[in-house]
């Protein structure tokens, strides 16, 4: 089992930053693929990042690639998402997963545990 609560969330201008930060509870934290995905109000839950068990390969929407820098410290069963260039389209909801054996990391149905979220919104 393992419990996931995420921090760092805030009102920001447009062009600002936020951190995102997600502790994790447990023992295996390095065994998990960790995932961050958003939900606009009135829209579906979408992708943002993932970061293989080893953090050696991150994965990116194409909306924030370029933007948005996953990272993981494993000592710390921590998991970060730098936000640089926020946009008012970034303004979400934004959620932390933990999946075992994650293939389709892009897909919610492939994360075991989630955390409550934590609320970005980017004023213009």
């Known amino acids: 089992q393992v419990q996931l609560v995420e921090s760092g969330g805030g009102l920001v201008q447009a062009g600002g930053s936020l951190r995102l930060s997600c502790a994790a509870s447990?023992?295996?934290?390095?065994?998990?693929?960790m995932g961050w995905f958003r939900q606009a109000p009135g829209k579906e839950r979408e992708f943002v990042a993932a970061l293989t068990r080893g953090g050696a390969t991150p994965y990116y929407a194409d909306s924030v690639k370029g933007r948005f820098t996953i990272s993981r410290d494993n000592a710390k069963n921590t998991v970060y998402l730098q936000m640089n260039s926020l946009k008012p389209e970034d303004t979400a909801l934004y959620y932390c997963?933990?999946?075992?054996?994650?293939?389709?990391?892009?897909?919610?149905?492939?994360?075991?545990?989630w955390g409550q979220g934590t609320q970005v919104t980017v004023s213009s």
């Open positions: 447990g023992r295996t934290f390095s065994s998990y693929t």
């Open positions: 997963a933990a999946g075992g054996g994650v293939v389709f990391y892009w897909r919610d149905s492939s994360y075991n545990y």
